[in-house]
């Protein structure tokens, strides 16, 4: 035993000799701004991808050219000061033949405290970097109040307190009788949670709201059978990991009520039922005038900036198709279904033929319905056994790194890198689901690869949507058991059911508009109006820059925000958007 | 950098070689249950603490005869199977010169999976074992449901769900319409939750009857100012980590509203509003029979085990004092203070001088009353500044070891060696404290240094309480702002006010009696009867083996066990009683 654990310290050694090698080389060329002698550490192919510590944006660039003009750009002698090698995880080797060295470094920026992730690989025999990631982590004199920066808490009697304990504080403050938050954030699913915990920490006074009557109901209402589809590991909210014992996949009900929890125990201050009706920005004075109708009346808010939180996926897109008041059923969008309980003998037609059409289908055919299934074109399907360990890895799975650290390697793998390393994992997926696509083939279901053989990551990174991870569904429609209405789209709605575009009809009690979302900038018009949104970038899909569209960066409009995507990303980068915020109402001097 | 890591590495190689070397000698000796070749590799003055892996019990024998007595009755050659050295953490020098290895192992026995945490010392130039401590950590075929053991969860649409999803199963099944849980805990404070989750982790179907109307409620319903005593890193539930945001001493209503969390989280089944009314155990069935009142109306429950965690420190001592019916006045036990604001102006006096009586009289003072505070003898204080992290240590503080190793290290501390450190502890404070003491000395206030000079741990451990963390009430006292009568209990009420044994008179408005709690054996008694309670032993103080009267072990009757104690306690303790109830119904050879 004694023997076995000499050896793989000594393999410890070794990464992390190399590691600290190359990093004594690099300090040394970022801290002489010395761009070339930077670059010349990095491999032919590298990737660099900044998160607000050099450049005070999300970006990446792509090969030595691109990174040496991008640090010509930024780099000065204090860019990245006191810089150190993370030993409490790595370095350590990866790949089959330890052909990549993974480190992990801190650092100090002028305006804070960063991190990075690199990764080495030999060429020409010299360890050089492929990818590095360097991250703003914390704004200094903000920094978050987590850890060695938590509060001490209220003291028992505390002078001054005026005798209310913290209870009452608390129910005092999230009033906001006689004062203004700071920031508004529209929504309080994943996304509105981690950046008002983020912003909170920060010390931003920043409150959410929410037109449902419970934090949570975004998933609480979604459809009965609903489980995520994403393993826990991937799942955590920023700063409150699930217990251990939290399922690998986590139904509905369950998230619904952790997001509560999250929301008391990280102090957010959230008005349910709380909808704004009206809104309007006056750039002199730099704040908001927000109309909110809620339970106790009409409220209006002065923050500084608002967050868009309402769902990356956005506004339901319902097509206009003729005949539906003239249809004798009923008829609802994906996104109104809840239950299935009540169509056991009756006939179902679900058009649409991703997550939400497949998940739907097969709660209603569970539930006794006869159902049929519309697919206008092909869909990308993946099992949840094969495709989900493929797209997250052996970053987030059981005895996986740290979560802080599996974030790390998340973000250090810029967007197209991640694009480009699917592919093969699709390939892999498709060659062990084998069976099941060559049974969807032969009743002529259509499938494929993604955009351009990315798969689901491709579709996710692209739209949100457009591709099915098989939970059961797939052997139903394989088997007849679901029926398929294959090739043609909905052309009208009849009295009786609907007509398909190639003239088929099919007759329904119920239809189902599994049709997907509109851009989330669709919701931006329809809540802050058409002077706002035509200031702002679609959200999702890949920019020049090698980052996600839209999300926790500026947007073009100096006081609106978009915050979003599924819980690993809202992890992650949630943090990145308070920064920004943060620094703004520090006002800072950014680059 | 690189060369400091390096060193760091070459010292851990040695603690880690050093502690290796010792464990192979361990090993071989264990495992050819070899007494005397194991006691020879101890210390003269060695500690050894078994919880359940080899003898079925929470015990310690401190010496080499009384520990090769404890291996005579129970070692075998399986009795430690494929031990293992941890290194997640630890092997690691501890004292100033090094002159300790603290280090963690894993092993097996016939049971189940164990783990254990060993000091070493160096005597005649050897490195020995001054304290060993195994524990049982999980049954073989009843591991927790946590980590790679954790539940897949629940399925899309899984078959045969009979269309209920997760959150209509959970509540059908807390409803119990028609079953019964295998074990029923009464009271959902730290100690009900903790063991109700992990007997639920282990499969044991657990109900837990709170007569307050919320989770928590224990703690919400105390008095107004109160902020937890004990650190955060010590404060943590099993299983689900406060946030790194969590204050470092926390209100009370904070922790109540994470008790209402960490139920929702660990899917305990819990009655709010319920008491049980009567009881009975049948020990021919091995069953009880408990009536319980609900506000669904009465309901009767047979499982086989109950467990009380009503709170170990039991029912309020209320002093039959002659005259309290002809009193004008209010008066009321500790217990039942709950808010200071209504007795501004108000003449108010607190009897007896521990916490709860110090912060109640702080509270009262700063809701602006005239205060005196009763102290009959004397007491042990502390400030919270130097006191608390004196008991604490190294082991909760900030950047301390994880949870899990800082646990191993408390309780591979056994009480009598916890209490035998503490000392030094006392002297240290006192010597920080020395102006306040000086100044409470001053006005005549009686200090002492706890039982043997044991300070607060001494008080702790004898009776849940004793002493009183200063968080200001002294310095109110050392400079007149409250009040003190010294030296003589209550005698009687007046009309007025209350009269002492020594004669003087108080006149009051308000009487709050701060004159402590039961045993806990007599909330058994009220709850169960004499024929339970004459079987069960006092809570609390120190027995001859080492451990705490009554807690978390067999307590005499077939079916009874107690539960309690701080949240520390319980966090670590909570898994022990549920490994010997689910041991017993599994039906498992247990030696």
């Not at 709660?363 to 049929?372: F, I, M, Q, S, W």
């Not at 996986?400 to 890198?417: R, V």
């Amino acid at each position: 035993m004694a023997t076995e654990t000499h050896q793989a310290i000594a393999a410890e050694v070794t990464a992390e000799a190399t590691f600290a090698g190359w990093l004594d080389r690099f300090t040394a060329a970022l801290q002489a701004a010395d761009v070339a002698g930077t670059t010349a550490l990095l491999a032919d192919d590298c990737w660099w991808r900044d998160l607000l510590a050099l450049t005070w944006d999300l970006g990446t660039c792509r090969g030595r050219d691109k990174v040496a003009t991008m640090l010509g750009d930024h780099l000065a002698p204090d860019s990245f000061a006191n810089i150190r090698m993370t030993t409490e995880f790595g370095p350590r080797y990866q790949g089959g033949d330890n052909e990549i060295v993974e480190g992990f470094i801190t650092f100090e920026t002028p305006l804070g405290f960063g991190r990075g992730a690199v990764r080495l690989l030999q060429e020409d025999g010299d360890w050089v970097a492929w990818t590095v990631m360097t991250e703003l982590d914390d704004l200094r004199d903000h920094e978050r109040a987590i850890g060695a920066h938590r509060s001490r808490g209220p003291r028992h009697n505390s002078a001054g307190s005026g005798g209310r304990n913290w209870l009452q504080k608390r129910q005092e403050h999230v009033r906001y009788a006689g004062s203004d938050p700071d920031v508004v954030v529209i929504g309080a699913g994943q996304g509105g949670l981690s950046v008002a915990a983020n912003l909170g920490l920060m010390g931003v006074d920043t409150l959410i709201l929410e037109k449902s009557e419970r934090v949570g109901d975004g998933w609480r209402k979604r459809y009965h059978s609903l489980v995520l589809h994403d393993p826990v590991w991937a799942d955590h909210l920023p700063y409150m990991p699930y217990p251990d014992s939290w399922p690998v996949y986590c139904p509905k009900d369950k998230i619904a009520d952790w997001f509560e929890s999250y929301a008391s125990a990280m102090e957010l201050n959230v008005w349910t039922s709380a909808e704004m009706t009206s809104s309007a920005y006056d750039e002199a004075t730099g704040r908001w005038t927000l109309r909110v109708r809620t339970p106790n009346g009409e409220r209006e808010l002065h923050p500084r900036d608002v967050i868009l939180a309402t769902g990356a996926a956005g506004e339901p897109n319902v097509p206009a198709v003729p005949g539906r008041d003239r249809f004798a059923g009923t008829s609802y969008h994906s996104s109104q279904h809840s239950s299935a309980q009540n169509w056991a003998g009756k006939k179902a037609v679900v058009v649409g033929a991703c997550n939400s059409g497949h998940d739907i289908a097969q709660d209603l055919y569970e539930a006794g319905a006869d159902v049929t299934l519309v697919q206008r074109s092909s869909t990308h399907i993946i099992s949840q056994e094969h495709g989900i360990p493929a797209i997250f890895g052996s970053n987030f799975v059981e005895g996986g790194p740290p979560t802080k650290y599996a974030d790390l390697l998340a973000s250090g793998t810029p967007w197209p890198l991640v694009l480009e390393m699917a592919k093969e994992g699709v390939k892999e997926t498709a060659r062990k689901d084998a069976e099941l696509l060559a049974a969807l083939d032969a009743v002529g279901f259509k499938r494929n690869d993604g955009p351009d053989g990315t798969g689901l990551m491709g579709y996710a990174l692209a739209y949100g949507g457009g591709y099915y991870i098989n939970v059961g569904c797939s052997q139903l429609i394989a088997d007849g058991k679901i029926k398929l209405a294959q090739g043609s789209g909905l052309a009208e709605f009849t009295p009786e059911g609907i007509r398909l575009e190639d003239g088929r009809t099919l007759e329904a009690d119920l239809v189902v508009l599994a049709t997907g979302y509109k851009n989330m900038r669709e919701t931006a018009r329809r809540l802050f109006g058409d002077e706002v949104a035509d200031r702002l970038p679609l959200v999702l899909g890949i920019g020049a820059d090698g980052e996600i569209g839209g999300l926790y960066r500026r947007t073009g409009h100096p006081a609106f925000w978009y915050m979003g995507g599924p819980l690993a990303w809202v992890r992650i980068y949630s943090k990145h958007l308070a920064l920004q915020i943060t620094a703004k109402h520090a006002d800072l001097q950014t680059p």
